[in-house]
């Protein structure tokens, strides 16, 4: 079955920078659009990142614009969210998430998601 595995989370101070990757088992992974998600406490889920098959087409949440990096390695099924200069407002559980229809920002575009990882930023 399809399986994704996050990785990478924990804490890290203001300022300071995390590298979150994400296994991806059980699909065609050069098949799927890949995404990042996160999720606060009391807050909805809200999207971060997204790249498409190729890595032709990536997208950033405007919160994360120009501090956050999306990519991907099709040859190791894997995709990664480079994330520097973190804020205090950052801190959430972040998903891993694959979907067949073109990359997008809609959580609904995707198929299959990762259990999460939890990121803190202390200040």
């Known amino acids: 079955q399809v399986q994704l595995v996050e990785s990478g989370g924990g804490l890290v101070q203001a300022g300071g920078s995390l590298r979150l990757s994400c296994a991806a088992s059980g699909l065609t992974f050069s098949s799927y659009a890949m995404g990042w998600f996160r999720q606060a406490p009391g807050k909805e889920r809200e999207f971060v990142a997204g790249i498409s098959r190729s890595s032709g087409g990536i997208y950033y949440a405007d919160s994360v614009k120009g501090r956050f990096t999306i990519s991907r390695d099709n040859a190791k099924n894997m995709v990664y969210l480079q994330m520097n200069s973190m804020k205090p407002e950052d801190p959430a559980v972040y998903y891993c998430?694959?979907?067949?229809?073109?990359?997008?920002?809609?959580?609904?575009?995707?198929?299959?998601w990762g259990q999460g990882t939890q990121v803190t930023v202390s200040s």
């Open positions: 998430a694959a979907g067949r229809m073109p990359v997008g920002i809609a959580g609904e575009r995707y198929d299959y």
